[in-house]
């Protein structure tokens, strides 16, 4: 049995496309962190971003390799309810997943409708994988 070499876990699995990115956006930088590492450990290529101004200008440069968004809500300068809305004008086919505190019914309530999911933190590193990957399946319809 031969075990991988660390840089194989930075790599894509053969099953996603190489030139997918995930951007992960979070002004909490362990929370952040938390995010990318599941998601390159599941193969994706992460971009990073630590609140929603950082998000815009990461989507502005990678828009076309771009496959999800994953946004916290309550962030400094520009919020995910704010970086949601720009990205429905200028961006919006790209799926958008939503990491909150809040419930999805205390979303609605302030007239928050996520493109794609929600994700209730604390989350798991499965339910994280599994929003992303019903995303971009959603997003390539």
């Known amino acids: 049995m031969s075990l991988?070499?660390?840089?194989?876990?930075?790599?894509?699995?053969?099953?996603?496309?190489?030139a997918t990115r995930?951007?992960?956006?979070?002004?909490?930088?362990?929370?952040?962190?938390?995010?990318?590492?599941?998601?390159?450990?599941?193969?994706?290529?992460?971009l990073e971003a630590a609140?929603?101004?950082?998000?815009?200008?990461?989507?502005?440069?990678?828009?076309?390799q771009l496959g999800v968004v994953v946004s916290d809500i309550v962030m400094p300068r520009l919020n995910g309810v704010e970086l949601l809305q720009a990205l429905a004008v200028d961006h919006p086919l790209l799926p958008v997943v939503l990491m909150t505190g809040y419930g999805t019914l205390e979303l609605a309530a302030l007239?928050?409708?996520?493109?794609?999911?929600?994700?209730?933190?604390?989350?798991?590193?499965?339910?994280l994988v599994g929003?992303?990957?019903r995303c971009l399946r959603g997003s390539s319809t």
């Open 51 to 64: 609140d929603g101004r950082e998000a815009l200008d990461q989507v502005r440069v990678h828009s076309d």
């Open 131 to 133: 929003e992303v990957k």
């Open 4 to 18: 991988a070499k660390p840089e194989a876990l930075l790599t894509p699995s053969p099953s996603l496309d190489s």
């Open 22 to 46: 995930i951007l992960v956006v979070d002004d909490e930088p362990l929370l952040r962190q938390y995010a990318a590492r599941i998601l390159i450990a599941e193969g994706f290529l992460v």
């Open 111 to 127: 007239g928050i409708t996520p493109p794609c999911a929600v994700l209730a933190k604390p989350f798991s590193p499965e339910l």
